[in-house]
């Protein structure tokens, strides 16, 4: 089990002594007190620390390994040089030199067992957990072949070179064979997991340059575990008995271990999705499902000998869209951390003992030709097999990699733990020189981590600087700089740049068609559908403050006073509360502001235009919209998704959104005459009954609840055939959308019966408003809502639908006959020149209406209806008269 | 979705097409497919609607403006228009200023023609100046909900005093391109894969 410390009290206790001062009196009974200090009795209190050792060690090398992390970033200036992993290699160093110096003896080592079962899985779970998939999937041939071909590549040069050095007699008398130093190749070959992401996370390179690195480290592992398993096995052997069968054996074997270990990978995953689906009574170990089953994902592969690390990868990998969309919010925020967590501790570990472990002469043997050439090798191989493939990769890649993420690839291949818990995996007695090999990994491994990893960063930012010229950027510039920011991240949407491809499109299909089905719960699969979500929230927001607007107003009419006819832009949230907020915040910023930049401050002119031009500056730099590029995280061991981001998105998505309701309004609004007078009869007495519900003392501010039972039967109703896939998604929302207009374009003019479906949504009382708003999925009340409060007319309860429409003439963009598609309103056109799916999609919603809207309490019209003939005019009377004057005719 | 008719479906005068953006065949396929996939009803063309399906521009605030640049005039773009538009993002190469003929008229890469794409995005009626109120506009779009409507207007004034050089309240396109003339338009402006 875990090796370390497990070597006699005495050893384990020499640690505690160092780290805290724990009495140096293993097994020794303290005694508690003069008083009940009588010997061979009962004693109250006893020191135990054989029965504790293990564990209390092991903890405490953990807090020690913690508190180191808090101590390295307590300084910023020491992290943002150093990485992280060089710095915890060298406490190691000190740490172990320490407890040498106590005792010694090496007793803390990092054990292969300890590195295989218990560090290394968390870590790579939580890659796979968080891989942004697409992206991965994307590059998968580029990964591959790196992995693959570059692997072997690194260890059969390697090997070969350093034999052939051998032959020449460079190194002197070693006991060593070709076999062996393949075994060493293919041990030294494989780029480290671990040591690339410590490394490459805080170098920021381009997305498609980092999956590539991290993806290969990843998948590298079945070719490196072929390789070594093989080479041993041939050592073993002996160099004459190796046969061609053996050979075609041991390439049988890398598809056997590389496709079964993903097999495996993707079993559990399934499996876990699966038994994520049923835990909605056992919320609270949900999380911990997500680890065992990957975890014993690990232990399968490994048991059957197969790729460990693939296994859990992909179980991640597989797993992590239903588990999403499966467990709770509250588990999946634990499940974040947690893996987090687990990985993050694992790999301040690793570190830490990889150093401790070099504190040991035992094991050093120094072979000053070994070691040099060993890096030598390394590193120029590795430049020359990038070099290669790149070259052989960019006749059939899209996106190009250039000669400096060649260089990146190459000046990344860092070498880490993997190496050397194999190469301590070695068993002694067949491989001779198995220190030597033993030492040498740690030389590489140390100088790939702390030379490489210390000067990545700053040749990452050389090969970038192009011109150095630091000058305050002008407010044009700014600007503008930020648009094109966003025009060239839309122009990459629309021209699709990772593309659009066959096998994706198949796979999304399958995977809508069952695989979802399968693995997601029914809530899961509605729930994903979120372009209705942000609709029928901002919906619902609205409607619920364009009541409570009504309420203070005591008519609707608002609405269409000229100052809000750019609806797009008027947020109907309290407004008072929102700039009471930015001013102040306003006043906040403005200090820090002038304090942040002082010194540009002082070589411009002092002026007031100044100090207001340094205010602009300031709240553009904080408030512009951040392009995708920038805010766009991919994968990050210690960080996790920030919020931010999605509110940016949403806050974008909704102004997206609306703006489009507020086109498609407009083009309702072209539409004929006849039609929109029916309309406005029907609304009209609509909103005659809403007003009335107000005097009737039943506000509606009770509506919103009630109004979410009925979304639910509206997601309920419409949602079954919904794609769970964003793009989808979108899609479906958007046509939809379409379908609005189809819609009420379509049903309309045929009177009654016709246009009576969408409108008998709003007309129960209580629902008012937010009914109207909240049923998501039945977009004709939308545009419908906007416009609603239209010259009612206050006296007559019917009043002249041909008469009332002339008087409300003051319709943005309205021509008079306007025929359908011949309007001037934009996006009037395409969805009305008939979009199948559109079409099938508005059947749909149609169907979905008459269906809720037989389903809703229709019972309640009649009630209303009568209340509103019993109220006494008066009741009524005031808010209309209220809205005429408001009204601007 | 997904269905795809075969590879080698030919484009439309993909030659002339070619001469015109300078995209290579191989990218010219390629968006002919991301049209032909976009194109949701085998229609032959883009309508707003198709382009509004695309997920990440309703994330984007500049998205609905930069679909509707791509319907300069009417509902409805071909592949050649599509393309026409994206060719504005084609990284500037060596050889086009190399073999730029003084004849041709200018590639619609060049920086001049990346800056008018941009530029009309900004100017919505199109008279050849972005006045304050279209500047007001965008800087609406552009900026988070905390910023007050105060704060935007200041912002935009300045803006557009910053590059009115002859005084008129409004950026003409000379002084749009003076206002970004240290900037690397062309590299701002390029997206790698469009080749």
Same mark, same amino acid.
Do not use: D, I
């Given at each position: 089990m875990w090796g370390l410390g497990a070597r006699g009290p005495d050893r384990g206790l020499l640690l505690a002594l160092a780290l805290g001062g724990l009495a140096r009196a293993g097994g020794v009974e303290v005694e508690p007190g003069g008083a009940h200090g009588e010997s061979g009795g009962f004693q109250v209190v006893t020191f135990e620390w054989a029965h504790v050792q293990d564990p209390y060690v092991i903890a405490l090398w953990i807090l020690v390994a913690s508190l180191a992390k808090i101590g390295f970033h307590l300084s910023h200036k020491v992290t943002s040089v150093v990485p992280e992993s060089a710095l915890l290699i060298v406490l190691g160093l000190v740490l172990g030199g320490i407890v040498w110096a106590a005792d010694h003896i090496a007793s803390f080592t990092l054990t292969p067992t300890v590195f295989f079962f218990y560090l290394l899985p968390p870590i790579v779970l939580d890659a796979g957990y968080f891989m942004p998939n697409r992206l991965f999937f994307g590059n998968l041939g580029t990964i591959l072949l790196y992995a693959v071909v570059g692997t072997v590549w690194n260890a059969a040069t390697t090997g070969l070179s350093l034999y052939g050095v051998f032959l020449s007699g460079l190194m002197g008398d070693l006991q060593i064979g070709l076999l062996d130093f393949l075994l060493f190749g293919s041990l030294m070959a494989a780029v480290d997991p671990v040591a690339v992401l410590a490394v490459f996370e805080e170098v920021h390179v381009n997305e498609v340059l980092f999956i590539i690195v991290f993806g290969e480290s990843l998948l590298n592992d079945a070719v490196t575990v072929v390789l070594y398993n093989v080479f041993e096995s041939f050592v073993a052997l002996g160099g004459d008995n190796v046969t061609g069968v053996d050979c075609v054996k041991g390439i049988v074997s890398f598809f056997v271990v590389s496709l079964g270990g993903t097999l495996v990978g993707v079993v559990f995953a399934f499996l876990l999705s699966l038994v994520t689906r049923f835990t909605k009574h056992v919320r609270i170990i949900e999380p911990g499902f997500v680890f065992i089953i990957s975890y014993l994902s690990y232990l399968t592969s490994e048991m059957l000998s197969l790729s460990a690390i693939l296994a859990i990868t992909f179980c991640g990998i597989c797993c992590q869209k239903y588990v999403k969309a499966n467990i709770s919010e509250q588990s999946a925020t634990t499940v974040r951390y947690t893996m987090k967590m687990l990985a993050s501790s694992a790999e301040t570990i690793i570190f830490m003992f990889l150093g401790i472990s070099a504190?040991? &002469?035992?094991i050093w043997t120094w072979n000053t030709a070994f070691v040099l050439l060993t890096l030598v090798f390394i590193s120029v191989y590795r430049a020359i097999g990038v070099v290669l493939q790149t070259w052989l990769l960019n006749r059939y890649r899209m996106v190009q990699l250039e000669p400096i993420d060649q260089v990146v690839l190459s000046y990344g291949g860092l070498r880490g733990a993997v190496a050397f818990a194999l190469v301590v995996l070695l068993d002694g007695d067949k491989v001779k020189e198995k220190n030597l090999f033993v030492s040498t990994t740690i030389i590489v491994v140390f100088f790939t981590v702390i030379f490489q990893g210390l000067t990545i960063k700053p040749l990452v930012q050389w090969l970038k600087v192009k011109r150095s010229e630091h000058r305050e950027p002008r407010l044009n510039e700014k600007l503008h700089g930020r648009a094109f920011d966003h025009i060239l991240s839309a122009i990459e949407d629309i021209s699709g740049q990772i593309g659009h491809n066959y096998l994706r499109d198949k796979w999304s299909h399958f995977d809508r068609k069952f695989l979802s089905r399968v693995l997601m719960r029914r809530s899961a699969q509605k729930s994903r559908d979120r372009i209705l979500n942000v609709f029928h929230e901002l919906n619902l927001k609205d409607a619920i403050s364009y009541v409570a607007e009504g309420e203070r107003r005591g008519s609707l009419a608002f609405i269409r006073s000229p100052s809000t006819d750019n609806v797009v832009n008027v947020d109907f949230t309290p407004r008072s509360s929102t700039v009471e907020a930015s001013v102040s915040y306003l006043l906040r910023e403005n200090v820090s502001a002038v304090c942040l930049d002082m010194q540009s401050l002082e070589q411009r002119r002092r002026s007031i235009r100044d100090a207001e031009d340094m205010v602009t500056h300031h709240t553009l730099q904080q408030y512009l919209y951040k392009p995708r590029q920038e805010y766009k $995280? /991919?994968? +990050? #061991? $210690? !960080? /996790?998704? &920030?919020t931010e981001d999605e509110k940016q998105d949403r806050e974008i998505f909704h102004r997206t959104m609306r703006k489009r309701l507020e086109s498609f309004k407009s083009t309702k609004l072209g539409l004929n005459q006849n039609k929109k007078a029916a309309k406005l009869y029907k609304r009209e007495r609509a909103q005659k009954r809403r007003n009335s519900s107000i005097p009737n003392g039943? /506000? &509606?501010? !009770? +509506?919103p609840a009630q109004n979410f039972t009925i979304k639910e039967k509206d997601l309920e109703l419409s949602d079954t055939e919904e794609p769970p896939n964003y793009d989808e998604e979108m899609s479906g929302g958007i046509e939809f959308l379409a379908s609005v207009t189809k819609d009420t374009a379509s049903d309309s003019p045929a009177g009654d019966t016709g246009s009576d479906t969408p409108l008998t949504g709003r007309s129960s009382p209580r629902h008012g408003p937010p009914t109207a708003a909240a049923a998501v999925p039945e977009k004709p009340q939308i545009p419908a809502r906007l416009q609603r409060p239209r010259a009612p007319s206050p006296a007559s309860p019917t009043p002249a639908p041909a008469q009332n429409s002339e008087s409300a003439a003051p319709a943005p963009a309205e021509p008079p006959e306007g025929e359908p598609g011949a309007g001037p309103a934009p996006g009037a056109g395409p969805e009305r020149r008939g979009l199948p799916s559109a079409h099938a999609r508005s059947a749909a919603a149609r169907r979905v209406h008459s269906r809720r809207s037989f389903q @809703? &309490? #229709?019972? @309640?019209r009649r009630p209303a209806l009568l209340k509103l003939a019993s109220l006494p005019p008066s009741c009524h009377a005031p808010p209309h008269a209220l809205e005429q004057e408001e009204t601007p005719l | 979705m997904g269905s795809r008719s075969s590879h080698a479906a030919v484009i439309p005068d993909g030659d002339s097409i070619r001469r015109e953006t300078g995209f290579s065949q191989a990218s010219l396929l390629r968006l002919h497919h991301r049209f032909r996939a976009l194109d949701r009803n085998k229609k032959g063309y883009l309508s707003r609607m198709d382009l509004q399906q695309i997920g990440a521009l309703a994330v984007n605030p500049l998205g609905d403006r930069i679909i509707e640049s791509f319907f300069p005039d009417g509902q409805r773009v071909d592949f050649p228009g599509f393309v026409r538009v994206l060719a504005h993002f084609r990284p500037v190469e060596d050889e086009d200023t190399e073999t730029q003929d003084p004849k041709k008229p200018e590639p619609l890469n060049s920086r001049r023609n990346k800056l008018h794409y941009a530029f009309q995005l900004y100017d919505l009626d199109r008279d050849g100046k972005i006045s304050r109120h279209e500047m007001l506009q965008v800087l609406r779009l552009m900026v988070g909900v905390q910023v007050t409507e105060e704060q935007l207007e200041n912002i935009a004034d300045r803006t557009v005093q910053e590059a009115d050089e002859d005084g008129d309240g409004a950026v003409s396109f000379v002084e749009f391109t003076k206002s970004l003339e240290k900037m690397d338009v062309e590299q701002k402006m390029s997206i790698r894969i469009l080749k």
């Open positions: 504190v040991n &002469p035992f $995280h /991919l994968y +990050s #061991r $210690h !960080e /996790l998704t &920030p039943k /506000l &509606p501010m !009770e +509506s @809703r &309490p #229709r019972a @309640r | -």
